[in-house]
Every structure is written in structure tokens, then in C-alpha cells.
């Protein structure tokens, strides 16, 4: 009898620590995240140096307690995966020593995985059977970017934003709003109560030519409005300003899987979890005939169950593996993924 393949995903590239066990390419056996959210909200963003000791000093428990959860030994793992960029350096050096440091000991396999293909790859510990070609749209507090996927590991860049991404964004405006660190959660709740017709803020690249976004604007008219109208309702801010980022983001994602000659749209990400967002897509999507297609929840933000898939996938359907050598890539794009 063949023993169960076993990976072991380590995430940090940011402010979570994620450490999880996958079963075969999509069976998730543990999935835990411990996010810095606290830590950092009093900076009003993440302190890369207080994100790197607090990951070094949470991570061996994480994998600790996901062997536990598992069931399962050290030497019963197969692979280990960690996120090797893109990133903060100070994180992903303390993930990726790890990673690194557990598989020597072992003398198992390793391999690096791009945290944006790990986004692409989430999709999959939902739907295991949907396979490229699709578009992909990654939208979360670091990226916004339009990907081509024509199979895993073949990707096209479609779009990408030219200064804040969406979640940078949402991120910024509630913090003029009085919002802690991270905003997304709240700024969707407010819009709940909110009317996203109050405000008509600006939809900046909503018509130039191409599929590149911009956010920083967007972001700058909610500041001039605020100084105006300090009064405003924060659910008439929140809601209007969401509704001007879905618009955008839903706009040019449809027009750019249509482009493409594609009929199916995955969304990833932090951002991909705002139920506003989720709404809007599948009904665009629907007359539009684009099936549009989310992770679970758990899935969308900064996890580790899908790196541990990615890396599963590239190790188990091509015998990729990296060497102990392998540097963090901080600067990391998916087209090096396809060259790879």
C-alpha cells in the first residue's frame, strides 16, 4: 500500500504566519493562520521588522499544532513548500529558513512557490476539477493584477495597477475613516448600511484602453472629499467608495476575459472575499456569459494551504524541486513562473 504524499505549506510573506497539510494535490488536512493584525494596527500598516520576529517566534508552534490537528509525524511528510517572494525580505527569509532547515533534516524534497501562483492555485482547493484556461483576477492589499492562465505555469499578464493596488486602498480610505488595521472587513460591513449612490467618486482607468488599473486617485478624492464634508456618514463614504472600486475592477475583468476569448473569471485574493464584490461579479459575469468563480472565504486571504498546493502540483505533475540555495525573491512576478 502506497503511503499517503503529504505537503507541508509554510506562508510569511507578509503579516500572517500560515502553516498548513495537504493530502494529494487538494485535500487540505490543516490550515492555520495567525495574523499580526493587532500588532500592527497601532502603526496603521505592517512593520516588516516586528513581522519578522513575531513570525520566528510563531511559526514552529503553528507546525506543531497542524501536525497535531493532522495526525500525523514529521517524518510522515513528503514535501515542503514555502513561499519564497513576492514579499517583505525580513518574512519570507524567516519562512523560507524554516522551510529550508525542516526538509534538510528530513531529507525530503523542497520547493519555493510564487505567492502569486499560490493565489491562482487557491481556486483549486475549492474546485479541484476546474482547470485553465481562465482569467484570473488577484486583488488583495499588495497586487491587483489581470493574469492569462493558459495551463498552471503558462501565464500571460494582462493587467496590473500602476500605483496602489485595491487593497491598498480600501486599507488607506479606512484609515481617514477612523478604521483600524486591516479595513476590508469593516469597510464592507459599513457599506452593508450604506447608500453607494451618495457620493459619486471618481472610476479612474474605468475607460482608457488596456486593462491596467489605478487606485491612488480614487483614494486621494475620498481624502479632499472628507476635509470638505467631515460630517458625511462613514456607511455613504464606505459604500460609495466600494462601489467605485467594483465597478473598475468588475469592468475591466469581464471585458479583459472576453478579450481573451475566455468564458471562465477566478478571483483571488483578500479583496475576492468582499461579499459586495462577490455580488456584483457573478451577476455582470452572468450576462456577460462568464462564469465567475471565488475560493472559500478561508482561501482568499493569505494562507498556506495554497502554497502548499501549488507546490504539491509543480513537485508531483513535473519533479520540480528547488535547492537549499534558493534566495528569497522579494520582487518576484509570475512571469518568471512561466519561464521557470
Keep these: 500500500m502506497t503511503s499517503p504524499f503529504h505537503t507541508l505549506g509554510i506562508e510569511t510573506s507578509c503579516d500572517e504566519t500560515a502553516v498548513s497539510l495537504l493530502r494529494g494535490e487538494t485535500e487540505v488536512i490543516a490550515n492555520l493562520v495567525y495574523t499580526q493584525a493587532e500588532i500592527h494596527a497601532r502603526y496603521g500598516g505592517v512593520v516588516p521588522e516586528i513581522a519578522s520576529r513575531d513570525h520566528l517566534r510563531k511559526l514552529p508552534y503553528l507546525v506543531n499544532d497542524a501536525l497535531t490537528r493532522a495526525e500525523i509525524s514529521l517524518d510522515e511528510l513528503s514535501l515542503i513548500a514555502t ?3 513576492p514579499g517583505l525580505i525580513g518574512p519570507l527569509l524567516v519562512g523560507l529558513s524554516y522551510g ?18 499560490g493565489h491562482i492555485f487557491s ?29 498552471y505555469g503558462n501565464y500571460r499578464l494582462v493587467g496590473t495597477t500602476v500605483d496602489d493596488a485595491a487593497g491598498e486602498a480600501l486599507d488607506k480610505v479606512g484609515k481617514m475613516l477612523g478604521i483600524g488595521y486591516p479595513a476590508g472587513a469593516e469597510i464592507d460591513r459599513l457599506a452593508q448600511e450604506g447608500n453607494p449612490t451618495a457620493i459619486r467618486f471618481p472610476r479612474p482607468m474605468a475607460s482608457s484602453p488596456g486593462f491596467d488599473f489605478s487606485f491612488a486617485g480614487l483614494k486621494t478624492a475620498v481624502l479632499y472629499y472628507l476635509r470638505k464634508s467631515p460630517g458625511e ?12 472600486v467594483i465597478d473598475v475592477l468588475v469592468k475591466k475583468s469581464l471585458e479583459a476575459t472576453r478579450r481573451y476569448h475566455l468564458d471562465r473569471l477566478i478571483v483571488v485574493g483578500g479583496v475576492a472575499a468582499n461579499s459586495h464584490l462577490q455580488k456584483r461579479f457573478v451577476i455582470d459575469g452572468q450576462k456577460r456569459g462568464i462564469d465567475v468563480l471565488f475560493p472559500k472565504p478561508v482561501y482568499c486571504t493569505d494562507n498556506a494551504a495554497m502554497i ?25 512576478s509570475l512571469h518568471q513562473e512561466s519561464e521557470r
Design 308 to 332: 502548499a498546493g501549488a507546490g504539491a502540483f509543480r513537485y508531483l505533475q513535473t519533479g520540480e524541486t528547488h535547492p537549499f540555495s534558493l534566495p528569497p525573491a522579494p520582487s518576484l
Design 233 to 244: 456618514r462613514k456607511e455613504d463614504v464606505a459604500a460609495s467608495f466600494l462601489a467605485s
Design 123 to 151: 481556486h483549486r482547493l475549492t474546485s479541484p476539477d476546474l482547470s485553465p484556461p481562465f482569467m484570473a483576477l488577484i486583488v488583495s492589499g499588495g497586487h491587483t493584477l489581470l493574469v492569462e492562465a493558459r495551463d
Design 100 to 117: 529550508k532547515g525542516l526538509a534538510f533534516g528530513l531529507d525530503i524534497p523542497f520547493i519555493g512557490v510564487n505567492h502569486l501562483e
Design 83 to 85: 513561499t519564497y517572494g
